[in-house]
């Protein structure tokens, strides 16, 4: 284990500071990264990696864009956050509602879990009820409400929702099986009168990629309308990745809600939630939701965020579904099955790709540990666990698409 590791091991539980950091879920040791530069990643002893992780979304435009980070030197140059609304967050704000026109108002906060957990708040307050239903394997941030079953970090540890949760906050989270609407049915019929939202991640990405069923987001538009409950879509990852305006515009479902992040901070730690004006009135200091930030709208995060949006013209969108596809149809291997949205995919060691979370947890985890190491080995860096996504960014061209696939027929 190298120094830096041993220290940090000492400082962080499991060194890290955040769970999927420690490849519990591929074993080795995590390369100790110093630099990134487009769709490439260097360790401290100068080897360079294809990286698909892009910290795990944001980095849609690929590392160390000139643009973002000319835009983070002159906000950082102009003196920090203060205290009051500025310039960068309104330009920013204009630029996601023109984007998102479902999004007629909203709130920046500083992570996508608090941008969730604020937005579950103002369902509850806008319908009176207390109960939400979120769907096995999705992953919405670790605020306690949502760590029920959660995806992503907690499937690939394999705790079915977490410690330290109290039992009746638990309880006011419902479960349903993502494109089983019957499920959804099943729970708002059981709890009619009580469901204050759905909240879904539009296409899942923290089972790994799952492509929604055709009838699946219009027909929870349509339940939720229909029992009066709001219908959040979480599109921290989706947003402004899989089309200009996120899986809204892609799918064409107009959620109440909308949960964003990633993206919209260029790669510096935000998150958002907006939807409908008369629920977003509801939120302090015109309505009785109460929600805060020290550093919400932060000038200098703000400015990377619209650098990165302004950043994803036509053309890098163009770019990054070419970029997609060859890469889907170059990882052509036996008993692996791609599951893909956009810049968006996971290679699924089961075929064919799986459409729930019960087919995604029966992948064949320990192949794809195998095929990670392979590839760490061949200089192509993948988040690493199964259950996540991999991140293509416009920085990823056709030389880079072609050695990947090299690497994975290695
Ligand atoms: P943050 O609180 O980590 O900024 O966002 C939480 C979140 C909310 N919604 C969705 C759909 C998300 O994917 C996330 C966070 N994504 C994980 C990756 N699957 C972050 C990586 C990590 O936990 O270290």
Known sequence: MTKSRVLATELFPGGVNSPVRAYLAVGGEPPVLVRGEGACVWDDRGRRYIDYVGAFGPLVLGHANRAVVEAIKNAADAGGSFGVTGPGEVRLAELITERMPSIERLRFVNSGTEAAMSALRVARAATGRDLVIKFEGGYHGHADSLLVEAGSGAATLSIPGSAGVAAPVAAQTLVAAY???ASVEAQLERHRGKVAAVIVEPVAANMGVIVPAPDF???LRELTS???ALLIFDEVITGFRVAPGGAQELYGVRPDLTVLGKIIGGGLPVGAYGGRADLMDMVAPVGPVYQAGTL???PVVMAAGEATLRGLTPDVYERLEAAGERLAAGL??????VARVGSLLTLFFREPAPR?????KASNTAAFARFFHRMLDHGVILPPSQFEAWFISAAHDRAVIDATIEAAAA
């Not at 052509?332 to 099955?337: I, Q, S, T, Y």
């Not at 729930?356 to 995604?360: I, N, S």
Request: hydrophobic share 25%.
């Open 179 to 181: 494109n089983d609407l």
């Open 296 to 298: 919400s709208g932060h």
């Open 226 to 228: 229909r029992e009066g």
């Open 332 to 337: 052509d291997l036996e008993g692996a099955g």
């Open 356 to 360: 729930d979370f019960g087919e995604a």
């Open 217 to 219: 987001l219009p027909g």
